[in-house]
Structures are given as C-alpha cells and as structure tokens.
C-alpha cells in the first residue's frame, strides 16, 4: 500500500466546535435578514419604489391640481395633454391627472381592505382548526370531496374539480 495518501484519511486534530463558531455569521434579527434579502433582489426593490411611488401619488396627487374629480368643464372637453390639463381632459371636460389618481386611491383601498379581510377570515379558521385539532380540518375535506362528487350540468363556464 502506498502510505503517502494514509494521511489523508487521519482524524483531525482540531476542536469542531471552536471552528465552527468562527466559521458562523453573527446572529441577525428576522427584520435584519429580510432587508438583506430585499436589498439583494433589484427587482422587489423595483416593485417596491414602484408601489411606494403609486401610493404616494395617490395620497397627493389629486391636491397638484386646482381640479376636482367631478367638475366638468364643456368648453374644454377632449383636451390633450398641456400645462394645465397634464393629462389632458376626457369627453366632459374632467381633468383625467385628478380622475387618474383618484382612481388609483379607491383601488389601493379596495385591494387593501380585502387583503385585511382575507387576513382575519385565515388567522379565525386557522385558530379555530387549531383548537379543533384537526376535526375542522376534516370536515372541510369531506365538504369538498362531496362538493366535487356531486354531478353538474355542464356549461362552458363550469370548473370541474380535479
């Protein structure tokens, strides 16, 4: 046997456990860590600055013109974009810059509220499958399976469980 390569196969020498203190990064908070990982990624960084932009505007944009969402102006309708209409005016004489952000303010409202109903219907079920241990959860199984065994008519618009 060739005894060069036995001594690579030798226990080692060191202590494990002082060696992979010093090989560890320090601790980080959850908080810490998920900014790093935000900072890490261009494109969340992007769509944040794009929503945080959006929001932003639709907070202050319809107070940068002396418009408001609803006044009419005849004499000016089908305006394109200049300095007084920045985007121009629509079919009634609206300003659309006013209507635009406007808009975008009952969006961002609707999308929030839901997301926070969403949240609070999830948190109860959850709790509430949680205290049931898994009663609830099996409940909902057996509506579902009879819910997808049930026979429908059929329709181009009908979804099929699968």
Known sequence: MNTSHDSLYDPL???L?????ELLPPPSSYWSDARTRLKTNPIAVGALVFLSLLLLMAIIGPWLTPYTYYETHLPLKNLPPSSTFWFGTDELGRDLFTRVWWGA???LFVGISASVIDLLIGVCYGALAGLLRGRLSLAQQQIGCRECARPRQSSPHSRSCQ
């Not at 456990?17 to 203190?21: D, R, Y």
Request: charged fraction near 25%; charge should be negative; avoid cysteine.
């Open 13 to 15: 020498e060191t202590n």
């Open 17 to 21: 456990s002082e060696t992979a203190t």
């Open 105 to 107: 303010r009952i969006s």
